[in-house]
T-cell receptor, first 114, second 116 residues
Framework: AQSVTQPDIHITVSEGASLELRCNYS??????LFWYVQSPGQGLQLLLK??????LVQGIKGFEAEFKRSQSSFNLRKPSVHWSDAAEYFC????????????FGGGTRVLVKP | GAGVSQSPSNKVTEKGKDVELRCDPI?????LYWYRQSLGQGLEFLIY????????KSGLPSDRFSAERTGGSVSTLTIQRTQQEDSAVYLC??????????????FGPGTRLLVL
C-alpha cells in the first residue's frame, strides 16, 4: 500500500524568503505525484503533478517540485514567498493500478510573516 | 468551465439521522472520488467510481456509508444513522481519462458535516 509522509506540520517563513516543503512517499511502482494547496475554508487546488519525464516540474503560482526516485521524495519549492501563499499544502501519491485514488500526507501548514 | 460542485455546503444533523451528500462532477469526467477530511484522520479516500460502477469501496469506514452514481454523472454519498465521529468535510473529486490529464483530480469545495 502506498503512503506519504510530510515531516513538517508547520513552517513559518518571512515574506520574500524561499520555501521548501518536504514529501516522502512509498509506492511499489512509478507513482503519480501531486501537490495540492488548501486555503482556509477552500477546497483543494492542484499546484503541480509528476507522471513521468523531466523530474523538475513547474506548477502554478511560481511553485516547482523535484522528483527524486533514489530518495522517494517529491519536495515542493518556491524561491520567494508571498503573503498569499499562507495555506496548508498536501502532497499526494496516486496509484495508477488502483484507479488513481490518492493517498495524502498529513499536510504542512505554512505561515508567512510580514 | 464549471468545476466540481457539492451540496449542501454545510449540514448539521442529529446523531442517528441519515444524511445525503451530493456531488456534480466536471462534465465528461468519467472517474469520481469521495474523500473525507477530519482533524484526527487527515484526508482519507472513501470510494471511487468509474462510470456508474465502484471498483474500489475500500475506504468506506463502515456499512453505514454507501454511495451511488447515476448516468455517469451525479454521485450521492449516504451516511445512515450518523455518529459524532462522522463529523468531517466530505470532498468529491473528478478526473478525466484522456492524457495528459489522466490521474489528475479536480476537487469540489466540500460539504462540512456536523453531527450533534
Amino acid at each position: 500500500a502506498q503512503s506519504v509522509t510530510q515531516p513538517d506540520i508547520h513552517i513559518t517563513v518571512s515574506e520574500g524568503a524561499s520555501l521548501e516543503l518536504r514529501c516522502n512517499y512509498s509506492y511499489g511502482a512509478t507513482p503519480y505525484l501531486f501537490w495540492y494547496v488548501q486555503s482556509p475554508g477552500q477546497g483543494l487546488q492542484l499546484l503541480l503533478k509528476y507522471f513521468s519525464g523531466d523530474t523538475l516540474v513547474q506548477g502554478i503560482k511560481g511553485f516547482e517540485a523535484e522528483f527524486k526516485r533514489s530518495q522517494s521524495s517529491f519536495n515542493l519549492r518556491k524561491p520567494s514567498v508571498h503573503w498569499s501563499d499562507a495555506a496548508e499544502y498536501f502532497c499526494a501519491v496516486g496509484a495508477p493500478a488502483a484507479g488513481n485514488k490518492l493517498t495524502f500526507g498529513g499536510g504542512t501548514r505554512v505561515l508567512v510573516k510580514p | 468551465g464549471a468545476g466540481v460542485s457539492q451540496s449542501p455546503s454545510n449540514k448539521v444533523t442529529e446523531k442517528g439521522k441519515d444524511v445525503e451528500l451530493r456531488c456534480d462532477p466536471i462534465s465528461g469526467h468519467t472517474a469520481l472520488y469521495w474523500y473525507r477530511q477530519s482533524l484526527g484522520q487527515g484526508l482519507e479516500f472513501l470510494i471511487y467510481f468509474q462510470g456508474n460502477s465502484a471498483p474500489d469501496k475500500s475506504g468506506l469506514p463502515s456499512d453505514r456509508f454507501s454511495a451511488e452514481r447515476t448516468g455517469g454523472s451525479v454521485s450521492t454519498l449516504t451516511i445512515q444513522r450518523t455518529q459524532q465521529e462522522d463529523s468531517a468535510v466530505y470532498l468529491c473529486a473528478s478526473s478525466p481519462l484522456q492524457n495528459p490529464f489522466v490521474g489528475t483530480q479536480y476537487f469540489g469545495p466540500g460539504t462540512r458535516l456536523l453531527v450533534l
